[in-house]
């Protein structure tokens, strides 16, 4: 059974997710990781970008779309000077936007693949 706070995790995670995949990020996942111990979140969203324009492009429109959406701006962000990785906090959610190799690199996906994926869309009513 989810609680309201799950919900409202779930929808800023997909919110963020939609706007990056409308913003041509490039493999876009959500990991639920409220049953994995340890996690630091209950949701990752993951996305690519190919250069550090794009990818710091990628962080200010998450960044919009969520304040003007839920009123609430990231917690915490880092890396936006060499946008190589960025880290945006929502404290249930926190999103990691990668240059390519980065991503390859620290491969964040297979640290956390404990983690369920989440269908990216939104549910319709």
Same mark, same amino acid.
């Given at each position: 059974?989810?609680?309201?706070? &799950? ?8 919110? #963020?997710?939609?706007?990056?995949? +409308? ?15 340890? #996690?630091?979140?209950?949701? @990752? ?9 794009? $990818?710091?492009?990628?962080?200010? =429109? ?6 003007? #959406? ?6 915490? $962000?880092?890396? !936006? ?8 906090? !929502? @404290? &249930?959610?926190?999103?990691?936007? @990668?240059?390519? +190799?980065?991503? =390859?690199? !620290?491969?964040? &996906? +297979? ?5 369920? +994926? $989440? ?7």
């Amino acid at each position: 059974m989810t609680n309201q706070r &799950d919900k409202e995790a779930l929808v800023l995670a997909r919110l #963020a997710a939609q706007i990056l995949d +409308e913003k041509k990020a490039e493999a876009v996942r959500i990991l639920d990781l409220r049953q994995v111990q340890g #996690a630091p979140c209950e949701y @990752f969203v993951i996305a690519s970008g190919n250069v550090p324009s794009h $990818v710091s492009a990628l962080s200010d =429109a998450v960044h919009e779309a969520v304040k003007k #959406a839920t009123g609430q701006g990231p917690h915490k $962000v880092e890396g !936006y000077q060499n946008a190589e990785w960025i880290l945006m906090d !929502y @404290f &249930d959610v926190v999103v990691h936007i @990668f240059q390519n +190799e980065k991503r =390859a690199f !620290y491969r964040l &996906d +297979e640290l956390w693949s404990d983690g369920q +994926e $989440v269908d990216v869309r939104t549910e319709k009513a």
